[in-house]
């Protein structure tokens, strides 16, 4: 209790430490299920999620923010950390609201799933936007540039800019057609959720791309390693969920999962070896 209670009380404000808790007490549960059991939603998760392929998806999506947790809650401040909420925040506004627009897949369920989907949630709809509004107020803005994203990372935020946001927007707006490009059929629900997840990623490349900052948006690219290797293993698992003769859309999607991978494990590699300037920084 005495290691919890320090920990609360220094680095990042509590605020920002609750809105991680609340995060990871609404996560790790969907985390687990979806990975563990996907084909076991209708007994165990808020709604039936079809296929399975789609389950895991949604693991992929809970995992990222997880990590995004784990990586935030190690920062030692707000500037650092900052990234992460800009996630958190829109991600609860718009899913909340995508859960209000599609309710009956979580009424076939008991109501106590629902009762604590939407406590989590609306708690995130309240606290996250404040506490994300006030530490910018207090510690954030338009901050110097200590160390400046090079080139790849540039190049890398700007394809997630552009890939995340056009999955995202194209879910969102027109499943069907996304559909068509999938390698297996999104339900409207996973498709809304999903695409919510992908515009919000959108815009933190953006985010990162206008803060220009190495060491205050490198989260952004820690986290693309192994959300990119998990969403690549879905169709390799759940071969079985795929549509017959979409040899050609796996390819795709395999190489739009794999390529922000390899780009930023060479981005890693050459930051690391690179006589970076941030080694004799003290700014945020």
């Not at 795709?252 to 690391?272: D, F």
Request: aromatic fraction near 12%.
């Amino acid at each position: 209790m005495d290691t919890f209670l320090a920990w609360w009380k220094t680095g990042l404000s509590p605020w920002v430490k609750f809105v991680y808790l609340v995060l990871l007490l609404n996560g790790l549960p969907a985390f687990v299920i979806l990975l563990a059991i996907p084909g076991l939603t209708e007994q165990w998760f808020v709604w039936t999620v079809t296929p399975p392929a789609s389950a895991r998806l949604l693991g992929v999506m809970y995992g990222n923010a997880l990590l995004l947790v784990g990586l935030g809650v190690l920062q030692p401040n707000w500037a650092r950390a900052r990234v992460t909420l800009v996630v958190i925040t829109l991600f609860s506004l718009t899913a909340t609201l995508v859960t209000f627009l599609n309710m009956g897949p979580f009424l076939k369920h008991p109501w106590y799933h629902l009762a604590y989907w939407l406590t989590m949630y609306c708690i995130l709809c309240v606290a996250a936007p404040v506490v994300f509004v006030v530490q910018e107020r207090t510690h954030g803005g338009r901050l110097p540039v200590d160390v400046p994203l090079p080139p790849l990372a540039r190049a890398l935020a700007a394809l997630g800019l552009a890939a995340c946001g056009m999955t995202g927007l194209g879910l969102i707006a027109n499943i069907g057609a996304v559909n068509q490009f999938w390698p297996w059929t999104l339900t409207p629900l996973v498709g809304g959720i999903v695409g919510v997840w992908f515009s919000t990623l959108a815009v933190a490349y953006g985010w990162t791309l206008w803060d220009g900052d190495w060491r205050r948006t490198r989260l952004m690219f820690l986290q693309a390693i192994p959300t990119g290797l998990g969403l690549a293993l879905l169709p390799l698992l759940h071969a079985a969920d795929l549509r017959p003769g979409t040899e050609s859309l796996v390819a795709l999607y395999l190489a739009l999962a794999l390529l922000p991978v390899a780009g930023t494990l060479v981005l890693l590699l050459t930051m690391r070896r690179a006589p970076l300037a941030e080694a004799g920084h003290a700014g945020p």
